[in-house]
């Protein structure tokens, strides 16, 4: 981990102290995150209600630029000048895409999941996407106040089953995420709203470490 990056771990835990009982598990999610992009991994993410918010959030931070600019690289310049040509349109392309940390909402295909939930089983939807999307060098990213909801576990469980990384944020207890990911946040707080609450700079921070070691300065 880079100082920069290390620094951004500290900064969270200097604004909200509380926080440092989950230091350890916040840096263990990062490593999860981070080797998963050097494997040209992805995130899948997941959650119920505000937690759903929460997973739309975090694609929003990571699928384009959030604390840092992020030029396409030479590699994908070229390859738009070499099949559209050097000129105005392709200019606009590369000055304006930006590179990606690749994220996959789960809870936003509207279609298969109400299909899924209509015509096999509500509480497999996650899983049947887990199954369909995920290769080994992926993560799946579970978000549940109390550890415990349904969709998210069975979505970990078939995760595991075929090799991918799992990660959790949950409250304090952590509920049955907690026995079963390899890397779980379980927030100082029992309370829904509070534990909700404290989700958002933890993975606001995750989101700033893992693009400051693929974006931020070389230190």
Known sequence: MRNGTRQ???????????????????????????DCYVNNGKLLICGNGGSAADAEHIVGELMKGFMHKRPISNRDRDAIFANLGENAESHYLINHLQSALPAISLVSHSALMTAFNNDVQPDLVFAQQVYGYGRQEDVVVGLSTSGNSKNVVYAMKIAKAFGLKTVALTGQHGGELKEIVDACICVPANSTPIIQEYHLPVYHVLCMMVESEEYGVKT
């Open 8 to 34: 951004i771990l500290d900064s969270l835990i200097e604004r909200y102290p509380p926080l440092f009982v989950c230091k350890n598990s916040i840096e263990s999610a990062f490593n999860i995150f981070s």
